[in-house]
């Protein structure tokens, strides 16, 4: 049987329904998420089977290469289904060390949602998040100027919906009190639990929220716990967690990334994974401790 992203269930994102498996595009760049990728070819591949199989939710960004990500996606996709939604996120730049300054003026914002729009080939963007500084870690801050920017650019009609990222609810608040912010793109995984409250609170007022590192980030979730339960399941830990995530709260929509067909479609099975009381307790409790055999 295959598995396609309509087995995971939708959600509305901006204007639109999209299935809660959706397609992190940040690995088809090259390594360290720098410059093409190793393999162009299967890159592309990668992207028409997701939509072929349903997926309607790609997340991406122009500091991805930088630029290498979105045309990729633009050869591989554009002219673009109906009903896919492109999000993309702006706030940072790259180096040619692969560093990533933040770049949160007017003007960067402005010179950032046009490359998008130029590199996607676009005449507006479905969803911009605003990409706040901090690896994984929000740090806390005003967002008003860079936002009342964005939101600015909404009223252009250069953005169709804003989010954050990398916020926390102070921050949220602020974003909000300017504009309506459409999705909350932050840090968060079966171990990394600290957003619990601001899950379920956009959840009471249907706003999704994407995790990040939704396996753990660039070393992936290690935990006694979540490979007994995959054991028994006779699947995978990366699975298990993905299945997790999408029985955690309606509103969680998930990116997972890859450059690997197989790899895509393992992913979407997660969709398909019934974690019965037994396992969600269990994977609850790694939350609650903690619990886990190395650093993420």
């Not at 595009?25 to 360290?32: E, F, K, V």
């Not at 093409?36 to 070819?41: E, L």
């Given at each position: 049987m295959t598995?396609?992203?309509?087995?995971?269930?939708q959600f509305t994102l901006g204007d639109r329904t999209v299935h809660r498996i959706g397609y992190g595009?940040?690995?088809?760049?090259?390594?360290?998420i720098m410059g093409?990728?190793?393999?162009?070819?299967a890159a592309v591949a990668v992207l028409r089977r997701a939509v072929e199989l349903g997926v309607n939710h790609i997340d991406t960004s122009d500091y991805y290469g930088p630029h290498v990500t979105n045309e990729i996606i633009r050869e591989a996709l554009h002219p673009y289904p109906d009903d896919l939604v492109i999000v993309t996120k702006i706030g940072a730049r790259r180096t040619p060390e692969g560093e990533w300054p933040e770049a949160l003026s007017p003007d960067e914002l402005r010179s950032a949602v046009q490359d998008n729009l130029d590199h996607l080939g676009l005449d507006?963007?479905?969803?911009?998040?605003?990409r706040l500084p901090g690896f994984a870690e929000p740090v806390e801050r005003s967002l008003a100027e860079p936002f009342e920017a964005l939101a600015a650019m909404q009223q252009e009609g250069l953005v169709k919906h804003l989010g954050v990222s990398n916020v926390t609810t102070q921050m949220l608040a602020e974003a909000r009190s300017i504009a309506p912010v459409a999705c909350v793109q932050n840090h968060y995984n079966l171990v990394h639990r600290a957003d619990d409250p601001m899950v379920d609170a956009l959840a009471r007022e249907g706003i999704p929220y994407v995790p990040f590192f939704p396996l753990g980030g660039f070393s992936p979730l290690q935990s006694a716990a979540l490979e007994t339960v995959a054991r028994r399941l006779e699947t995978t830990p990366m699975e298990v967690a993905l299945a997790w995530l999408l029985a955690r709260s309606p509103n969680l929509l998930l990116i997972p990334g890859t450059s690997s067909v197989a790899h895509?479609?393992?992913?979407l099975e997660a969709?398909?994974?019934?974690?019965?009381?037994?396992?969600?307790?269990?994977?609850d409790r790694i939350g609650g401790t903690g619990e886990l055999d190395s650093d993420l």
């Open positions: 598995i396609t992203a309509e087995k995971s269930g595009a940040m690995q088809l760049s090259g390594p360290h093409p990728p190793r393999d162009r070819d507006a963007l479905d969803v911009v998040n605003l895509l479609e393992q992913n969709a398909a994974r019934v974690l019965g009381p037994v396992e969600l307790d269990e994977l």
